[in-house]
């Protein structure tokens, strides 16, 4: 069975430019999730999809990341414009179903570097 | 105060040692604790679930203590395949999301 998948592994961009980061989660995985990881900084959650209706997104940043996921399959995270903060490791998790010590399983991350 | 505090380590460690890291968590409403691990540059894979009762799972045992909001992961006869960053996760009430330490680095040596 295949994993969660991201795309791009990494992506470099300068400040101000737009960039799209796609998550394809594990089939039949309804639960999916954004974090990212910032230089000598913890995981921190961003999102939560069930389906494709946003569940949670307390961790959204600010209103430069939008992030969707129409008919509740992959999703896609979109940062507009970029900045320097923003640089940092993408990661995207599914889960198969809600409630405690529900296993999220990780995909590989997306590595963004805005210059 | 951060919600999940983890000693940074590095942790360096010779072959069939046994080591011990601890993680504590502020929200005592926490309703589910977990030890990922995660490989340089790779992405955070579940190691372990911690159950309230205490769970052993191989070379690795976890314990959970609710009254002190404790968790720990305990690792008997390290191999140097263990190398890797540790990383304690809770999971707060009401929300499916995962709160991550900054994690452990351990470094097993021949």
């Known amino acids: 069975e295949a994993g969660v998948t991201q795309f791009p592994s990494h992506s470099v961009i300068e400040k101000g430019q737009t960039v799209t980061l796609r998550c394809d989660p594990i089939s039949g995985h309804d639960n999916l999730y954004w974090y990212r990881r910032v230089m000598g900084k913890e995981i921190k959650f961003l999102l939560h999809f069930v389906k494709e209706s946003k569940q949670d997104e307390s961790g959204m940043p600010n209103n430069r990341f939008l992030a969707e996921r129409t008919g509740g399959t992959y999703s896609t995270l979109k940062v507009q414009p970029a900045e320097l903060e923003d640089s940092g490791v993408y990661f995207c998790a599914s889960s198969q179903a809600s409630g405690a010590y529900n296993e999220q399983f990780f995909g590989p991350g997306t590595r963004l570097t805005v210059l | 105060r951060k919600e999940v505090e983890q000693d940074p380590g590095p942790f360096n460690v010779p072959e069939g040692a046994t080591v011990a890291f601890n993680c504590t968590y502020s929200?005592?409403?926490?309703?589910?604790f977990f030890w990922y691990r995660q490989d340089c540059r790779k992405e955070p894979k579940l190691l372990m679930s911690v159950y309230s009762s205490g769970n052993e799972d191989g070379r690795f045992t976890a314990q959970l203590n609710r009254a002190s909001q404790y968790i720990s992961l305990l690792i008997r006869d390290s191999k140097l395949s263990d190398s890797a960053t540790y990383l304690c996760v809770v999971n707060p009430p009401g929300f499916q999301k995962l709160v991550f330490g900054t994690g452990t680095r351990l470094l097993v040596s021949p």
């Open positions: 929200n005592s409403a926490s309703q589910s």
